[in-house]
């Protein structure tokens, strides 16, 4: 992934502890300033406190889906401002819409192709 374009700072919520790290390691080595949370909760409080610039959310989450926590984040802590990418292995139309309806700003297929990550973060914004 190309370290270019300006440093973001990047909340990774995914309950795929392994996953999440390699993804934050990559985004990490371009220059950002990542941090990770495990569940819904975790990343509610962790967007509390850092307001990232960039959301990666995963949609399936055990206790609170990515929806969820995309509509409290919007809502309840009040970023607007944030680029909020879903996370997901279904890609079909019924899921782009359900992301769009919980205010994702963009959807991505898992596995993350780190091109198409690249082009969102540069654009982003």
Known sequence: ??????????????????????????????????ATAHDGPQALDRARLRRPDVVLLDITMPAMDGYEVARRMRHELGLGDA????????????????ARE???????????????????LKHQG
């Open 1 to 34: 992934m190309d370290a270019g374009g300006p440093r973001r700072r990047i909340l990774i919520v995914d309950d795929d502890i392994d996953a999440a790290q390699a993804l934050g390691e990559l985004l990490s080595d371009c220059g950002h300033d990542v």
């Open 83 to 98: 680029f909020l990418i879903a996370l997901s292995g279904h890609g079909e139309d019924r899921h782009l819409r359900l």
């Open 102 to 120: 919980a205010g994702f700003d963009q959807h991505v297929t898992k596995p993350v192709d780190t091109t198409t990550l690249e082009e969102l």
